[in-house]
Every structure is written in C-alpha cells, then in structure tokens.
C-alpha cells in the first residue's frame, strides 16, 4: 500500500509539474475587440510547439513574417472603427507572446497595444451637430445692427421724414427719421434699423430679381429702443458662444486623433516597410540636403506691391536644375505677362506678387524629391496656392512619374483613390469634391517620396473649398495593395536587396 501510493504521489507531482510548465508558454487569441492587447490565456498545444526563448534580436522567420503582414494590414488598409480593426488586434495579440521576436517587432506590437483606436465618426457628429445648431439658433434670431449708418452722408432731402443717403461702401438707401438733417451731413451716432425687404408675391406677378434689386430702407429708433435690441439678442449671442466653443474643443479632439492616428502608423511602419520592401537596412530619410549642393534665391521687385521671389535648389545634376529653373522660369514669365495686362509701377496697378519655397525629401543614395509651394496674390479675395513636385533618379538623372514608380498604373490609381477617399472622410467628413479624388493621374501628380512614404498634396479646390486648406495623402510604398505594384526600377533605386 505504501508503495503503491508513494506511486501515485510521484505521479501527481510530475502532472502538477507538467502542467506549471505548460502555463508559462503560448499565446491564444484576445476575445475582446477593442480591448488594449494584453497577455493572452496559456495555449496547451501552442506551449508544447513553443521553442524556448531566444535573445531579444534573434530572428523568427515565420512569426516575424506573419507579425509584420498583419500589422501591415492593421495600420495601412483598415479602418479603425471597422470589426476587422478588433480582430487584427487580436491576431497581433496573440503573436506579441513569442519572445523570440526581433526587438523592433516586439516595440511596434507594443505601439499597437498601448493605442487607444480614435472615435472620429462619433467626433464629426457631434461637431456636425454643434454648426447645426448655431445655424438654426443665428436663422431664428438674426442679428440687428443698429449702427449700420456710420459713416453715412446726406445726398439730399426727399420729404418731410425721408432722406436718400450713400452708405459707407458706395450704396445709396433711404432713411426715414424726423431729424433735420443738411446735405453731405455725416451721420453719427443715430441708431437705425434696416427695414426688412419686401418678399415676392408670385400670385400677384412680382418678379423676384426686381424686388432684390430694390433700395435698401432704414429707419430711426430711439436710443432705448438701441439698448433693449441689444438686450434681447444677450442671451442669444451668449448660446452662440457656446456652441462655438463646442465646436472648437471637438475639432481640437478631431486633430488630435487624426495626429495619434498618424503617429501610429509613422512608428510601425519605419520597422515594417524596410522588411517589406527588402531595403538594405539604411535610413532611407536622413539628410536631404546631401543631394542638394546650395539654394539660389531669385527675385525682382516692379513696385512695392509688384515683384517675385523665388528659392531654387541645385543639386549640380545638368538634368535635374534644368528642370527646377524651366518650372521657376514658367512662373516668372507668368508674372511678367501679368504685370503687362495691368501696368507697373506705384499707383498704376493692383497687388501682383508670386512666392515660391521649396521643400527637399530624400529617399535614398539616388532618389531626391522636391516640392515647390506657390503662392501669388493678384489683389482678389485670398492668395492663391499651387504646388509643383519632381522625383529625380539623381543616378539618371531622370524624372519618375506615377508610370514609373507602379508597373501597373491604373491599377495604381484606384487604390490611391479609394485611399485618398478614406482620408478625406477622417479629415472633413466626407465634405469633398469627388471628382478631385478621381483614379486620374492628373488628380496625383503632385507628389514626393519621403522615405519609404509616397506624399500626395491635393491643393485649394482640389478637393475641398479653399477654407479648408491644402490636403495631403501618406501611403507606404509597403502598403498591402500598393507593394505587389511597385516597379522594379523604383525598387532598385529604394536600395532594395
């Protein structure tokens, strides 16, 4: 009997051993969608299959792969509020236990892991809602000017209470008051309202672009009736401050996602797309500047508000500058043609001046990328901003174009374009031109290669209002629909094994 339970004792310790053993190794899935990754339950099957663990760098050809695929695919091509964003997690989750991983891999996963996904949808909905209630709030109570005559002169009297007045700008409008007033008297300080204009009647014939051309009419008021105006809107200019501050704060929390977002996939991809790419293992980014040998600053002055000045950079290729100075030349002639059209010198014509900068991106030993920022100003309503990018093969020299860098070009195209789609829903809610988002090349072909990144700038108009601004594109070249596109030539050039 002692034998046999002495027997049964050893056994029991060896399973408890065992199964000790066994809880210290393997990864299973994450069950939780959304939830940060963290250490998965222990995995029988996965603990036996297990190789102990190696040092930090150690390469782990199959998980390495599999970790830098999916994260590939989390980062790049999914959406973070879509199911497949949760699921990926969860995959990376479960590989984020293999210790043999290299070091780089295993900062990236963690990246992953500690980013909160953003809630941009839930964000523009209520920023949409907040301009819609300032919109419903400022139609229900318009605003009053009570000063709109300041400024105003007399042209004459018309009656015993009726004056007709030319308004600060230009107009002239009638004014009812039962002060005398002399012509070319300048009215100040009399508070005033703005009768409101008469509404077309289509039943009784009146044509709608005659009743909008009718005069303006004003008529005096007390200066109580200034104050209780003023008082009655308080309350409402009070909301409307408010609801402005609402606003504001969600779109502060809109750019603040948008730039974790970015953040994101600026660190994990620095790991992923040298390995995807098969670089050498050189920073494909560092010192633009190497490629660019000086900056020559080109400029005339016609008048003070008439001249140009220009940033050009030399990179000592013949090829390369002669490109760079034919696209200043260009501006310069437009400037000179412009100046032509509508005189030159002080007091004989309107604003016309032409602002050119440069921004340098280097690729690699061979690859230099330049971005020209235009702004010219010919006395309208706002500036207006262009921009010109070439992408030099310094070894060519040559300049790659769209055909060059994809050996398949429309297919190319369709995927920037749904990508450049996806972007412009996460940065203005979908508010966008369509049409400038278009698989064209003609849409794309401003563009730089920063790195391992394609950098695409859409300017003013292009495909959102001029308010908003210019808009940008960054896609990897490592992106899962983009790399299998990628040319050969483009390859070699990148450095890649």
């Not at 339950?41 to 970790?67: E, G, I, L, W, Y």
């Not at 007709?164 to 230009?170: A, E």
């Not at 760079?324 to 004989?348: C, F, I």
Request: aromatic share 6%.
């Amino acid at each position: 009997m002692r034998s046999t339970a002495s027997v049964h004792t050893i056994l029991a310790a060896l399973a408890l051993a065992a199964a000790l053993a066994l809880s210290g190794c393997g990864a299973g899935r994450a069950t939780t969608p959304q939830a940060p990754l963290e250490a998965p339950q222990p995995s029988q099957a996965n603990a036996t299959a297990q190789a102990p663990a190696a040092s930090p760098d150690a390469p782990a050809p199959d998980n390495a792969a599999s970790v830098t695929r999916t994260l590939n695919l989390l980062v790049n091509d999914t959406d973070p509020a879509s199911p497949d964003y949760a699921r990926l997690r969860a995959e990376l989750a479960a590989l984020a236990q293999d210790q043999s991983l290299p070091g780089d891999l295993r900062l990236a996963l963690a990246r992953v892991a500690a980013f909160n996904p953003p809630q941009l949808r839930e964000r523009w909905q209520l920023h949409s809602k907040a301009l819609d209630s300032v919109a419903a709030l400022y139609a229900e109570n318009p605003p009053v000017d009570t000063d709109a005559l300041r400024g105003a002169s007399v042209v004459r009297r018309l009656g015993p209470a009726l004056y007709l007045v030319r308004l600060p700008g230009g107009d002239t409008a009638f004014f009812s008051t039962n002060r005398r007033l002399k012509a070319g008297a300048r009215l100040k300080g009399i508070p005033a309202v703005e009768q409101p204009q008469p509404k077309p009647d289509k039943a009784k014939g009146d044509l709608v672009d005659e009743l909008g051309d009718s005069a303006r009419t004003f008529r005096a008021i007390t200066r109580q009736e200034a104050q209780d105006i003023a008082a009655r809107r308080a309350p409402v200019l009070a909301r409307l401050k408010q609801l402005e501050a609402e606003r504001a704060s969600f779109q502060q929390a809109i750019d603040a996602d948008l730039a974790s977002l970015d953040s994101l996939a600026r660190d994990v991809n620095a790991v992923i797309s040298p390995r995807l790419l098969g670089l050498r293992g050189s920073d494909p980014g560092r010192r633009p500047a190497r490629l660019i040998r000086q900056v020559k600053r080109l400029g005339h002055s016609y008048s003070s508000v008439q001249y140009y000045r220009y940033a050009l950079p030399v990179t000592g290729k013949a090829q390369a500058d002669s490109v760079l100075m034919s696209y200043l030349d260009g501006r310069k002639k437009d400037v000179q043609e412009l100046l032509r059209s509508v005189g030159v010198g002080k007091g004989l014509a309107r604003t016309n001046t032409d602002l050119v900068a440069f921004k340098s991106f280097r690729s690699s030993d061979q690859l230099l990328s330049v971005r020209f920022e235009a702004i010219r100003d010919t006395g309208g309503a706002h500036p207006n901003q262009n921009y010109a990018a070439f992408v030099f093969d310094m070894q060519g020299p040559a300049v790659l174009g769209l055909a060059d860098i994809f050996s398949d070009l429309p297919a190319a195209l369709a995927v920037l374009s749904d990508l450049s789609a996806r972007r412009m829903e996460l940065v203005l809610d979908g508010h966008v031109f369509a049409e400038g988002l278009a698989p064209k090349a003609e849409n794309f072909q401003v563009f730089v290669i920063d790195g391992t990144d394609l950098v695409f700038t859409f300017p003013p108009y292009q495909v959102a209002s001029y308010s908003e601004g210019a808009q940008t594109l960054r896609v990897p070249l490592s992106h899962p629909r983009l790399m299998p596109l990628v040319s050969p030539r483009l390859r070699t050039a990148l450095g890649a094994r």
